[in-house]
């Protein structure tokens, strides 16, 4: 999509500090840092989010479901992190490009 900003990200037409890629997910790190670790686990084929998936997207998203420890873990997150995605105007949504947020270093219990 032309004017999504991560699908920029994806083709590499935007720059971005990207710590893991594979043929169906990447992940970098949050331009705005809510905590000391902050990464964005993004699919590379552009779904608005989790309201738009469809069932033909269940492999992919179990494919990046079992990507996230491994990713965070390669962030120094051994002991465990946040996960968070934002779906909709109503859960505070700004880039409507599905992204699960990695949180992590100074986590306090919701
Ligand atoms: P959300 O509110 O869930 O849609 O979060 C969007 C996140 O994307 C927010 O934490 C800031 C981040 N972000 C916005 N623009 C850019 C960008 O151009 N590059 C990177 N790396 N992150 C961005």
Do not use: W
Not at 21 to 47: G, S, T
Not at 66 to 86: H, P, V, Y
Request: net charge negative.
């Amino acid at each position: 999509m032309t004017d999504c900003i991560f699908c920029k990200i994806v083709e590499g037409t935007l720059a971005a500090d990207i710590i893991y890629e594979d043929d169906f997910c990447i992940a970098f790190k949050d331009l705005y840092p809510k905590a000391p670790v902050h990464v964005l686990v993004i699919p590379k084929k552009h779904i608005e989010n989790l309201a738009a998936l469809r069932a033909e997207d269940q492999p992919l998203m179990g494919h990046m479901l079992l990507k996230l420890t491994g990713i965070a873990e390669s962030q120094g997150l051994e002991d465990g992190f946040r996960t968070i995605t934002n779906t909709g105007p109503g859960g505070g949504q700004e880039v409507y490009h599905l992204h699960f947020h990695i949180l992590g270093g100074n986590i306090k219990p919701a």
